[in-house]
């Protein structure tokens, strides 16, 4: 089996940040359609930035 | 990645971790205070672990206990939480209940994409779960996992055994997840229905978790099945698995280091033993913010070997031979210790039995070993008691009472084989 390691460019990464900031905040919106889908997808976005080293927070604190 | 990266990446989530704890969960706060160590007091990694209490599972029940479900412990309002899980209680113990939140959970189904994918499981595959789905955690992470990687996932909750098997035939399935004793039981099925699934099934991975699996466990899997069988271990307590074996085979498991920090203790000392020695984990978890756990003392016996014994590349330490007993499993018996676990060792040698007991009780004084054992169908030899004890002799240095039941006789399990009983700790009946 190979075990060639793939990485992320560095566009890669600031287009995986930019998704979790604007997931971040329709986490908040007052649609509740919207704000459902839009955490359940960071829940998954956060887990990816984590498991590449790029950011780690644990934020769920904040919501409402 | 390189090991003091690594360390940096654990301390750098560890105090995230503290802050968060401190400032959302009382009983956290409590703890912190009381020991002088809140986060803004702790240096570094080693600084931790030589200061920071250990945690005992009762802990966590008196804590819950304050004003169930989950009392002062939680770090963040339950209200977040989008499931709830327990443990069965059978043990007499009160039962730990945990939440997650959804960032929570999508971090417990990486850690089992984690394992699932280091033991070859991709898109695209077929993956059937042997397992009950209800309040014990178990491998409901497993079913989110495979559907991260993008397999297709047959749940058969409700299912017998001989169901599963016409569904792993029918479906071509490649991996199977399932408890060590399960998957077994389900090659026994197959096989009292006449089917060869080593030869006629497509299973190829086998995903083993819940139980500590012997090595000659895994050869007797792997052989009836055709196919790899990896080991996990996972705990309500952290919601998902900490460690995986990978497709190299390394004869044990890789700890996830990246979301937890393992240190493994003296079970007498609790002093921090070195490589290639026996002793407790103790787990701290990096990943959830509801449930959070910090120095949690499992009873699990492992012994830590470096990464390097592994071929994949990965820079996670090992347990070699993945979890070997619990420690309150652990007994001295005439001088020499014993663990159910080499029992199992023995018993996976002997492919005509099908199921065993064991008993510790006390005769005539002394401390004596009684092993029950039930052969399969037509499978029964008269020596069979003799060379398994005297084989029991050979390996371990102790002399069983050895039994032969007739077959059908003893109890059958899904999740967590329960085959031990320590006869000496309980109270004569008048």
Redesign the interface.
């Known amino acids: 089996?190979s075990?060639e390691i793939q990485r992320l460019s560095e566009a890669e990464q600031q287009q995986l940040q930019r998704v979790y900031d604007d997931l971040k905040q329709l986490a908040q919106s007052s649609v509740p359609g919207v704000a459902s889908a839009a955490?359940?997808a960071?829940?998954?976005v956060?887990?990816a930035l984590?498991?590449e080293?790029l950011a780690?927070?644990?934020?769920?604190?904040d919501?409402k | 990645m390189p090991r003091d990266e690594l360390r940096r990446r654990q301390w750098y989530k560890l105090q995230r971790q503290l802050e968060h704890a401190y400032a959302g969960s009382e009983f956290w706060r409590q703890r912190m205070d009381s020991a002088g160590c809140p986060p803004d007091q702790l240096k570094s990694l080693d600084d931790y672990s030589a200061r920071f209490p250990l945690l005992k599972r009762e802990e966590i029940g008196a804590a819950e206990a304050v004003a169930p479900p989950y009392g002062i412990f939680p770090s963040v309002d339950p209200k977040l939480a989008i499931r709830h899980h327990q443990t069965s209680g059978t043990s007499g113990a009160q039962p730990i209940r945990t939440f997650d939140t959804a960032r929570d959970w999508a971090w417990a189904a990486e850690m089992w994409a984690t394992g699932a994918y280091a033991m070859g499981v991709r898109a695209g595959d077929r993956a059937l779960v042997a397992f009950g789905y209800g309040l014990f955690i178990g491998f409901w992470g497993l079913q989110y996992a495979f559907e991260k990687i993008g397999c297709t996932v047959i749940p058969t909750g409700s299912f017998d055994s001989e169901k599963r098997v016409q569904l792993l035939l029918e479906n071509q399935v490649k991996v199977l997840a399932c408890t060590p004793t399960y998957a077994l039981r389900l090659a026994h099925t197959a096989r009292q229905l006449g089917v060869d699934l080593a030869k006629e099934g497509s299973v190829r991975i086998v995903v083993a978790s819940g139980e500590p699996r012997p090595e000659a466990t895994k050869r007797k899997i792997e052989a009836a099945f055709g196919a790899f069988c990896g080991d996990t271990a996972g705990m309500t307590e952290a919601a998902t698995i900490f460690m995986f074996e990978c497709v190299e085979e390394p004869g044990g498991c890789h700890i996830i280091e990246a979301d937890y920090v393992e240190e493994v203790l003296a079970p007498d000392t609790l002093q921090p033993v070195g490589y290639g020695q026996r002793g407790v984990r103790v787990m701290t978890s990096l990943g959830r913010e509801g449930i959070q756990v910090f120095r949690y003392w499992t009873g699990d016996l492992v012994t830590r070997v470096p990464h390097s014994e592994c071929r994949c590349g990965r820079t996670w330490d090992l347990y070699q031979g993945g979890i070997q007993g619990r420690a309150d499993d652990m007994r001295k018996i005439r001088g020499v210790w014993f663990m159910p676990s080499m029992i199992e060792d023995v018993v996976r040698d002997f492919a005509e039995v099908d199921e065993f007991q064991i008993t510790l009780e006390k005769r005539e004084e002394l401390d004596t070993l009684v092993i029950q054992l039930e052969p399969g169908a037509g499978l029964e030899q008269l020596d069979l008691r003799d060379r398994f004890g005297a084989e029991v002799k050979r390996r371990l240095g102790l002399t069983p009472v050895v039994s032969v039941v007739p077959p059908g006789t003893l109890p059958r399990f899904e999740m967590k084989a329960k085959r031990f009983r320590d006869l000496t700790q309980q109270p004569t009946p008048a």
Request: a positive charge.
């Open positions: 089996m075990y955490r359940a960071l829940a998954q956060a887990t984590s498991g080293g780690y927070e644990l934020y769920s604190k919501w």
